[in-house]
């Protein structure tokens, strides 16, 4: 393991020594894009200890955000951005981005098969896994028993007993997907008939919703706020580690999940830091130290024998195995996404 | 003659300098960050959307063909609405404020302005996160009317309209009270005199002399107040836990949500276009000089 790092770092001087002998005073730098909130400051500083690469991170708050301001022009200021399966295909098409060669990645072994080799890349030959997200329904044991609510399949959402006591993520492809499902539909359809006729449903839905929230879902859990949550695992587990009441429920139709993945900027100046960060970020205990800050769902298997009953003993985090496997990855649906957002837009008014 | 020519010519060469060094660099300004990107918005409103955001040839009417839908048309309204209502009671709330510091003792009077400003200090989302700490339903507020015995069951305050017509008032208020101050102030106490030497009663001095002479206090403070409030989507967003769309929140998904840039810049220039018109409706009334 060791030996392979040195062997790396040797690898990475030498290239630096050939491609620029008058530069070596310039600490070179890494820019990364990321989601906020989804990599301790912690991770970076010891990779800078250790290479002396300097990591710069820039965050956004969705996809399409990153998306749009890439597409503005932002991309030249990137090497390493980290997005979301279903904008994959986006970027490719708009060269925003690069093959990468997972056989330069010593760690690539520990990503777990779950997440390797998937439909939006089959070969990995433009992605690496690094973490993934789900969407769960967390909900709060003492209040929903006080209301005699029982979520098993997403029709229970629409319980008349629930007025006013859900949080929601603030997101059209989230809720209106859970609409589609309920329905029997397929939840990337781009057929504007089916996606607008989720309306009776999300209409009945509306009003059982106390607030939509993205970014601080878990605060409306922890404080009692609200009994329901459809939120991110991620959420549900911080809300967890605050509030012990909290527990999460698996519904008969799948979860939706989302696997954000490394890509390659395709204007990156610094593709051998770049190869070097992500084979970091996926060394266990590295990987650990993330999901130590951020617990989302663990896509690596190393770091899975590394983690304690932190981790194992909350539901938010430690996600049901088959929930995984069966669960919905949510795809693109191109021009579509109007209808989604027009649809969400009217349950909303 | 000729060396007084010559002078004059120095001179006005001279003012010429001086004026584009003046001017110059405003100019300069405006040009790049108001003239460039406004027409680059008024570009995008007429191309064509790209299925992955941006925006391309070739140029059409969908951007604004596209706002014709009835939803939109709600939202539109439902906005002004807010935005009406919350200026309303900002001149309710914000006139006798005004009133109040305008006659304060002349040493009371900076202090009392100051009160009005320290809010500034600190940005207004962090402001906006104090009050959601407070109306929550475990919060402070509703723990305290608790406590006294007041209700017996917490007080749904936050995530409700009425939340959100709070927060607006709550973050514009000084917006109004300023330019009713400014024009309170220099309010013709003569005139007040007189009326009340020819025996108007305190209310026909009220609606006859002092509303009239600061008429364009209050024009000025509405305005402030009525613009900025179309565009605050966080504070529904916030408050209002999202639950209702505002013109903000709308263009804002346009771009990062449903990638149909023109639309959503389609929906920014009717949004200027309803400023330029307010405010043309304003220098009717009173002079932009009251705008402070």
């Not at chain 1, 894009?33 to 250790?50: A, C, G, I, K, T």
Request: net charge negative; proline share 4%; hydrophobic share 45%.
């Amino acid at each position: 393991m060791k030996k392979a790092v040195i062997m790396l770092l040797a690898g990475a001087l030498c290239t630096a020594g050939l491609s620029g002998c008058g530069k070596k005073s310039n600490q070179e730098t890494l820019y990364v894009y990321n989601w906020s909130e989804y990599m301790p400051q912690e991770v970076y500083d010891l990779f800078e200890e250790e290479t002396g690469i300097r990591v710069v991170e820039k965050t956004f708050s969705s996809n399409e955000e990153m998306l749009a301001k890439l597409v503005a022009g932002g991309a030249s200021q990137y090497d390493l951005i980290v997005a979301s399966n279903y904008v994959l295909n986006a970027m490719k098409d708009q060269n925003l981005i690069q093959p990468i060669d997972v056989s330069r990645l010593e760690n690539f072994e520990q990503i777990s098969a779950f997440a390797k080799g998937r439909a939006f890349d089959p070969d990995n030959e433009y992605s690496v896994p690094y973490m993934s997200t789900i969407t769960v329904i967390a909900y709060n044991e003492e209040l929903c028993e006080q209301l005699g609510v029982e979520i098993q399949r997403l029709d229970d959402l629409l319980d008349p007993a629930l007025e006013n006591n859900i949080v929601a993520v603030d997101d059209c492809r989230e809720i209106v997907d859970i609409a589609l499902k309920a329905k029997g539909e397929d939840p990337d359809s781009t057929d504007e008939a089916v996606i607008s006729g989720t309306i009776d449903w999300l209409s009945k839905l509306a009003p059982n919703i106390r607030l939509y929230d993205s970014d601080t879902a878990f605060s409306a859990l922890a404080t009692n706020e609200v009994a329901v949550g459809i939120v991110y695992n991620m959420d549900a587990a911080q809300a967890i580690q605050e509030n012990e009441d909290i527990n999460v429920w698996y519904t008969e139709e799948p979860c939706e999940l989302s696997i954000d993945n490394f890509v390659l900027s395709s204007t990156s100046q610094h593709m051998d830091a770049a190869y070097q960060f992500i084979d970091f970020i996926h060394r266990p205990e590295i990987y650990k130290l993330c999901l130590d800050e951020f617990p989302a769902v663990c896509l690596n298997d190393g770091a899975r024998e590394l983690l304690d009953e932190e981790y194992f003993g909350n539901a938010g985090a430690n996600i049901k195995e088959e929930a995984l496997e069966q669960a919905h990855i949510i795809d693109d649906v191109g021009d579509a996404a109007e209808y989604y957002d027009a649809v969400f837009a009217r349950m909303k008014n | 003659m000729g060396h007084l020519f010559k002078e004059k010519k120095k001179r006005s060469g001279g003012s010429r300098l001086s004026c584009i060094a003046m001017i110059g660099p405003v100019v300069v300004w405006m040009l790049l960050f108001l003239l460039v990107p406004l027409l680059y918005v008024i570009c995008i409103s007429f191309l064509s959307k790209n299925s992955y955001g941006g925006a391309g040839l070739p140029v059409t009417l969908q951007g604004y063909l596209g706002m014709l839908q009835s939803e939109y048309g709600r939202i539109f309204l439902q906005s002004l609405w807010l935005s009406g209502k919350t200026t309303l009671i900002c001149l309710l709330f914000g006139y006798p404020f005004a009133w109040i510091i305008a006659h304060a003792p002349k040493k009371w009077k900076p202090f009392l302005l100051l009160l009005l400003m320290l809010p500034f200090w600190i940005n207004s989302m962090i402001r906006i996160y104090g009050w959601i700490t407070l109306l929550r339903s475990q919060g402070v507020v509703n723990q305290m009317l608790m406590a006294a015995g007041l209700i017996q069951k917490p007080l749904d305050i936050l995530y409700t309209d009425g939340a959100v017509l709070f927060g607006m008032v709550y973050d514009l208020l000084p917006f109004t009270v300023l330019p009713i101050y400014t024009s309170i102030e220099k309010l013709d106490h003569s005139l007040v005199e007189a009326a009340q030497d020819l025996g108007a009663g305190k209310w026909h001095v009220f609606t006859r002399v002092i509303l009239p002479q600061t008429m364009p206090g209050i024009f000025a403070g509405s305005i402030q107040t009525f613009i900025p409030s179309l565009g605050l989507f966080y504070i529904s967003d916030m408050m209002g836990g999202a639950k209702t769309m505002y013109i903000g929140n709308l263009i804002k998904n346009q771009f990062l949500s449903a990638r149909n840039w023109p639309l959503g810049a389609a929906l920014s220039i009717v949004l200027i276009l309803i400023t330029l018109m307010l405010m043309r409706l304003y220098t009717k009334v009173g002079s932009l000089d009251d705008m402070v």
